[in-house]
């Protein structure tokens, strides 16, 4: 999640997903995506906590882990155009227009993160970003992701866009609007982005949303079948531990 304080508080960045993706078609989400290998590439320049530091959080491998802050930094870069990266460990890229033709050999595959951090001589920033939760999606669905999801506040200097052809829509919202839109069918949200709205949604300003203590549990829903339809549980929730 990218977030910014704006007037009316916090603001975090949105994208609406065009009606043709495998998974999620016509939703709005956060950007995002899947580990490429190369993500594991340990000649990247990085700043911050440590892959062991992030395995613990996330309880994974440190080289898996590695990856996952890698596809976060690759993945916000490909869909949004901010980069979270600079040329040492105190500063950041500013303006990243004049990375378009690398951040679309990005998306094409045909440049890895590390080959693009070394040609610009940048170094990875991942003091910049916080670990917040981990989704794994319901046993039944024909499409199963072990998700990380991150926080980052928005570089000054820096735009986000939505010069991407995953998203029709890209835009800043407070939570409590987004959830709103939600509540009156103007947009469709998935479990984890309503959850991480109305989490977003209790803090204030982005320092206090950066500043937030988090526990990485698994959060693993599951899908019970009521009066016909489909029914997503989150664990708390009345009937969860009994849902099969």
Request: aromatic share 8%.
């Amino acid at each position: 999640m990218l977030v910014r304080d704006g007037s009316a508080g916090l603001e975090v960045f949105l994208q609406k997903r065009v009606k043709a993706m495998a998974f999620a078609a016509g939703m709005t989400v956060f950007p995002g995506g899947g580990v490429d290998p190369r993500d594991a590439d340990v000649s990247v320049s990085w700043h911050g906590p440590e892959p062991d530091w992030w395995a613990q959080r996330f309880g994974c491998a440190p080289e898996v882990a590695r990856s996952l802050v890698c596809a976060a930094v690759r993945e916000t870069f490909e869909e949004s155009g901010v980069l979270l990266a600079g040329p040492d460990e105190t500063s950041l890229v500013g303006d990243t227009g004049h990375h378009a033709a690398a951040r679309a050999a990005l998306v094409a595959r045909d440049l890895s993160l590390a080959e693009f951090l070394a040609r610009e001589d940048l170094v990875l920033r991942a003091d910049l970003l916080r670990p917040w939760s981990n989704w794994v999606t319901p046993e039944g669905e024909p499409r199963r992701y072990d998700t990380r999801f991150f926080l980052a506040a928005m570089p000054t200097g820096q735009q986000a866009d939505g010069s991407t052809s995953e998203a029709v829509e890209a835009y800043w919202s407070t939570p409590r609007q987004a959830l709103a839109d939600f509540a009156d069918g103007r947009c469709h949200l998935l479990p984890p982005t309503r959850v991480t709205l109305e989490e977003l949604a209790e803090h204030a300003d982005v320092g206090s949303a950066l500043e937030a203590e988090r526990t990485l549990a698994k959060i693993i829903p599951k899908l019970v079948q009521r009066d016909g339809r489909w029914h997503v549980l989150l664990p708390g929730e009345p009937g969860f531990e009994e849902a099969k």
